[in-house]
């Protein structure tokens, strides 16, 4: 798992501010095809918004971890039912402060 500073943080949520979510977890939690879309999502725009459809707070968080660490992705903020990640890709097109 990547880890960000507080300053990249910051930007990063700035950044994801208008974005809709591209991956959902649904009632199966977190599936190896829920793993594998949010990797394809990553690559293409290196930050994506995950929503997650469960109510159960702890199993949220640890999907987030399991997520970011299966996809060698930055966990940028939980904030209800959404998740933020970041990876950033070969050529990335963020450019972190």
């Known amino acids: ?21 591209v991956v959902m977890i649904g009632a199966q939690g977190l599936s190896e095809s829920v793993v594998r879309e949010a990797g394809h999502a ?5 930050l994506i918004k995950v929503r997650v459809l469960g109510d159960d ?6 999907w987030f971890s399991e997520l ?3 996809l060698d992705a930055a966990p940028v ?10 990876k950033p890709a070969d050529k990335p097109k963020i450019k972190l402060p």
Do not use: F, N
């Not at 990553?42 to 290196?46: K, Q, R």
């Open 77 to 86: 903020q939980h904030i209800g039912k959404l998740l933020l990640l970041y």
């Open 42 to 46: 990553l690559a293409a725009h290196e």
């Open 57 to 62: 707070r702890t199993a949220r968080e640890a």
């Open 68 to 70: 970011c660490a299966a």
């Open 1 to 21: 798992m990547r880890e960000l500073s507080v300053e990249q943080r910051k930007y990063l949520k700035a950044l994801a501010h208008s974005l809709k979510p």
